[in-house]
């Protein structure tokens, strides 16, 4: 049986998206970047450290993919360029989505497999599609070619932004579609995320990387490079309760910044996404399963 236990005072998960009476706050100022996702900052201390390289984890329709829009989309509004590389996704496609969920975009340029959109009349976000199969076939021909050595040739590992294109948050959608291209050749997949995070890392990038894994936290990859590399993992889950699934996250790692160690439920409705910072997901022990949703207003965050 399913427990919901609620304050005095608590909120409704059913209750409706609300900023009104807040502050604003930029989401982009000195070392911390947030999301501008309503609750999901209120897991953090301060924010995600500027720099940091993200694993954002989880299974099929847990929320992933509109966390890492919604944060875009957000930041870009702030006043900020940013990019999101779609691996399987096609750019009209992720733009559709953006539109379904009221996202103030508007579209400004459109080119092959990619659409520059400007957010609020202010930032603007670059969707670019990169096939997964050109990267695996670029490394293999540079490993060949390097005879043996454990290097790749940066710029072939990162033709991902465009010349001239200066993104503040990168978001990349996904590295496990970058792992099936490798087919087996798990040590090239090893080099080539080692590259790609230490790029990003020289570019003082902010970047959120999407992996499937319904056995996130446990396991994201077969290799594990990225649980090693990664400043932080946040996790995505789509548990089962009494009568419907129930969406949660957590941040599972997040190096250099404090943070609440809970799973939070989370909705997703017309207005996207929204994370509910004063509740937690209880779980059965054995079967993976919600027991029980509690309201602590003792929460500080």
């Not at 995600?48 to 919604?70: D, M």
């Not at 009349?121 to 076939?137: C, D, E, K, S, T």
């Not at 910044?257 to 004063?278: C, D, K, L």
């Not at 779980?283 to 207003?297: F, G, T």
């Amino acid at each position: 049986m399913m427990i919901i236990r609620t304050e005095p005072g608590g909120g409704d998960m059913g209750e409706k998206l609300s900023t009104e009476g807040r502050p604003h706050a930029k989401l982009l100022e000195g070392e911390w970047v947030r999301t501008g996702i309503e609750g999901f900052d209120r897991l953090l201390d301060e924010g995600i450290p500027s720099g940091s390289n993200i694993v954002v984890a989880g299974g099929p329709g847990c929320g992933k993919t509109i966390f890492c829009l919604q944060t875009l989309y957000n930041i870009a509004r702030d006043g900020h360029d940013c990019i999101y590389i779609s691996m399987e996704e096609r750019p009209e496609r992720l733009f559709s989505h953006m539109l379904k969920f009221n996202f103030d975009i508007k579209e400004i340029k459109r080119d092959l497999d990619q659409i520059m959109v400007q957010a609020g009349g202010a930032g603007r976000i670059l969707i670019r599609r990169i096939q997964p199969i050109f990267v695996a076939r670029s490394v293999e021909a540079l490993l060949e070619k390097a005879s043996g050595r454990l290097a790749v040739d940066i710029d072939i590992v990162l033709d991902l932004i465009p010349q001239g294109f200066n993104p503040s948050v990168l978001a990349m959608d996904s590295i496990s579609a970058i792992e099936t291209a490798f087919s087996g050749r798990l040590e090239q997949y090893r080099i080539y995320i080692e590259q790609l995070f230490r790029y990003f890392e020289q570019l003082r990038l902010t970047t959120f990387m999407i992996t499937e894994s319904a056995e996130a936290p446990k396991k994201l990859s077969k290799t594990g490079v990225e649980e090693f590399l990664a400043d932080g993992i946040i996790v995505f889950y789509n548990y089962q309760g009494e009568v419907e699934r129930i969406r949660g996250v957590e941040i599972f790692k997040l190096r250099g910044a404090s943070h609440a160690r809970r799973i939070a439920p989370m909705t997703i409705s017309n207005s996207g996404m929204r994370v509910f910072s004063e509740k937690y997901i209880k779980l059965k022990s054995a079967e993976s399963a919600v027991s029980a949703i509690v309201d602590d207003h003792n929460l500080r965050r």
